[in-house]
């Protein structure tokens, strides 16, 4: 393989890698903050032993997240250097404010959260890990605002060979971020559900009388199914915005060769990607235009006269991205959201109806269950990069203009298995630790007494 096939493989992994916990933080942070507000609220030690329990997890994914994320950026001036010096003085002002203020501040609340018991104040206490929630957000904001100029550039002009930045305000507000911000949003919160829920169903079924498990489970039943019918809803306006900004994307995910008016949405096709044309098709009519107008009525352009319009506007080229895998991305994304439906529903019915009685099937999908928001989650930011292809800044520039020159294939050989290593001797006794404290659960698990002010 070539530089650029080495060097977006290597960014591919470090990024899946680090994907795996940046959900899981910002939608566990958000319940242990709910749990505790209904510590202080109530005075029950039940939900402070869920706080402290389901800290400790957070804790280690929050600091295992941190150490993934550190090497994205390397790879920056590494294997991208021709794209750092196009884009530098747009893309470095939002994740300059997210380390300056965003990290800084969700980290020095995490502190005061972590060695506060007992040296503050419940409600000090309590408003820390909410700082620490509103900063790992504003975080994520600040990352997906330079994403966004990434798959819709606003705000700029192009002087010198490099995009320079007019508009901070449009940058700030572009629209692609305000659909994938909240996808994010309510993306983390299915993902801690997923989480809580096997954790405690795995703790139940070694002993059904634990209420901390029983009340964790239930939470984590309520806070999934918010997080993934909202996932789900604004996924849907998301895709409303693809079509509309970047079509040639939706015309991959769905291998529309053909503009169709209406068009069908496709539920299994075999394509051939060199003649652009279906081999085998199952398609529902008139969906495709019912996701992008809300109507059965409206056209979809198809790939080929995507491909000659952006011939016509860019010059001559391939602009057709990667078909097969901008398709079965989305589609192993939308199926892995269907299935989080259906265990959740299973969940809801052991905890809810069934009052915790499960057979050894139902235990078997529920620890299950956690592994399809990762699938879903890894799935769908392939499709967003990928999709995008040629353009790493789209209709600006391009993917073979960005990688490094002077950089050799085997300098990034070298850079991507030592990366790949790394993570996994971080990722292993990581999860190793994440295995242990589940299992042990709320057994010798250390209780600061309550003699906290109450002010």
Not at 108 to 130: A, D, N, R, Y
Not at 381 to 400: A, K, L, S
Request: cysteine-free.
């Amino acid at each position: 393989m070539d530089v650029l096939a080495l060097a977006r493989w290597q960014f591919a992994i470090v990024t899946v890698y680090h994907w795996v916990f940046v959900p899981l933080t910002l939608g566990l942070g958000l319940a242990i903050a709910l749990m505790e507000t209904q510590y202080v609220r109530s005075g029950d030690e039940k939900y402070k032993k869920m706080v402290m329990f389901w800290g400790k997890l957070f804790l280690v994914n929050f600091a295992i997240g941190v150490a993934t994320g550190l090497f994205q950026e390397f790879q920056f001036g590494m294997n991208w250097s021709e794209y750092s010096r196009f884009v530098g003085d747009i893309f470095g002002a939002p994740l300059a404010i997210e380390a300056l203020l965003a990290f800084f501040m969700e980290s020095t609340f995490l502190g005061i959260w972590i060695f506060g018991w007992e040296k503050v104040s419940k409600k000090i206490h309590l408003l820390s890990i909410w700082m620490v929630v509103i900063g790992s957000n504003l975080s994520a904001i600040w990352i997906l605002i330079a994403n966004a100029f990434m798959q819709h550039p606003v705000g700029y002009h192009l002087a010198n060979g490099r995009a320079e930045m007019t508009d901070f305000i449009a940058l700030a507000t572009n629209s692609y971020v305000w659909t994938q911000y909240p996808h994010v949003f309510f993306d983390g919160i299915a993902t801690a559900a997923f989480f809580i829920i096997t954790i405690s169903i795995y703790q139940l079924n070694k002993n059904k009388n634990q209420d901390v498990f029983k009340t964790s489970m239930k939470f984590g039943v309520a806070f999934g199914l918010v997080g993934t019918l909202f996932v789900g809803l604004v996924g849907h306006n998301q895709a409303q915005m693809v079509i509309e900004q970047q079509p040639m994307k939706m015309a991959a995910a769905e291998a529309l060769w053909e503009t169709e008016d209406p068009a069908a949405m496709s539920l299994f096709t075999i394509g051939d990607e060199e003649k652009r044309e279906d081999v085998f098709a199952i398609k529902v009519p008139a969906a495709l235009s019912f996701l992008a107008y809300n109507s059965f009525e409206g056209e979809i352009k198809g790939i080929k006269d995507l491909q000659a319009e952006y011939e016509e506007k860019y010059g001559p080229g391939d602009y057709v991205p990667p078909v097969a895998i901008s398709y079965w991305s989305f589609r192993i994304m939308a199926g892995a959201g269907t299935a989080m439906f259906l265990v959740l529903f299973l969940a809801w019915w052991v905890a809810f109806k069934k009052d915790f009685e499960f057979s050894t099937l139902f235990y078997k999908v529920l620890l299950f269950g956690v592994s399809l928001p990762l699938i879903a989650n890894a799935t769908g930011w392939i499709f967003t990069e990928v999709g995008r292809q040629p353009w790493t800044v789209f209709g600006v520039f391009r993917i073979e203009d960005s990688v490094s020159k002077a950089t050799t294939a085997g300098e990034v050989w070298f850079s991507m298995i030592g990366f790949t290593l790394l993570y996994a001797a971080l990722i292993i006794p990581t999860l190793h630790l994440v295995r242990k404290i589940a299992i042990k659960g709320t057994d010798g698990l250390e209780i600061h007494s309550s003699t906290e002010s109450e002010n």
